[in-house]
């Protein structure tokens, strides 16, 4: 069983920048975030291999946010620049293998005001 606490939301004005961090106790395949804002199903952001590196986005966020990792500290970022009020949402650390993310972090709330 992996545990996964996130940190890092919090409220910015529109234009600023937040980084979240999620930290997993132990190693997982894959690490990533989603996202749920109030009323709406949770959406996929990024992911990252823990192994290669190799990262994944979803299409209408590239170019504003970046996952990143550190192995040594089994630790997943996510720097998000230029927010707008539409990021707004409690966003999740998920993790596990190849084919899902099995483990889930309790989430972090972001709250990107006009």
């Known amino acids: 069983q992996v545990q996964l606490v996130e940190s890092g939301g919090g409220l910015v004005q529109a234009g600023g920048s937040l980084r979240l961090s999620c930290t997993a106790s132990g190693r997982t395949i894959r690490m990533g975030w989603f996202r749920q804002a109030p009323g709406k199903e949770r959406t996929f952001v990024a992911r990252?291999?823990?192994?290669?590196?190799?990262?994944y986005y979803a299409d209408s966020l590239k170019g504003r946010f970046t996952i990143s990792r550190d192995n040594a500290k089994n630790t997943v970022y996510l720097q998000m620049n230029s927010l707008k009020p539409e990021d707004t949402a409690v966003y999740y650390c998920g993790a596990g293998g190849l084919a899902d993310f099995d483990y889930w972090g309790q989430g972090t709330q972001v709250t990107v005001s006009s």
């Open positions: 990252i291999s823990m192994s290669t590196g190799v990262t």
